[in-house]
């Protein structure tokens, strides 16, 4: 009997594989001069946002309605968005002249990879289910 993997499995390599770098790379990142606990932080947050996000939109898709799912994708795109917004204004006001600007826009670009990763994992499954 084959065990089915979940479909959450990618992204939770990639947050393994980039907390993994954020922690060995310290010397690197020091070079770049990225702040090894923004990135650390924000790609937790990231994984953390990702997967609500993702939840909101799987329980969409096993709706029978197929406007739930796409009412459920932009929710949660919007709650991941907003989250990350004030985050990151959060952390702005805090560290007022300080900010860690390298550490802010790798975590941006973070932000599109998970993303473009959860849209990839919902639109497989998507194919995946049966009369889509």
């Known amino acids: 009997m084959q ?12 947050f393994i594989v ?3 770098f954020f922690v ?13 606990t923004v990135l650390i932080f924000g790609n937790l947050l990231l994984f953390a946002v990702t997967l609500i996000s993702f939840l909101l939109a ?3 898709l096993q709706s029978t ?5 796409v009412r459920a994708v ?7 968005f ?20 390298p550490a802010l826009f790798v975590c941006m670009g973070l932000y599109l990879v ?4 959860e849209v990839s994992v919902l639109t497989k499954m998507l194919r995946n289910k049966p009369n889509a």
């Open 114 to 117: 998970y993303s473009f990763m």
């Open 58 to 60: 799987k329980r969409g």
């Open 82 to 101: 907003f989250i990350c917004a004030i985050v990151a204004f959060v952390y702005i006001q805090i560290t007022k002249k300080e900010v860690n600007k």
């Open 18 to 20: 980039l907390n993994g």
């Open 74 to 80: 932009y929710r949660s795109v919007m709650i991941k």
């Open 24 to 36: 060995a790379g310290k010397s690197m990142l020091e070079k770049w001069n990225a702040d090894q």
């Open 65 to 69: 309605n197929p406007n739930a799912f």
């Open 3 to 14: 065990r089915k993997r979940s479909p959450f499995l990618p992204i939770v390599i990639l």
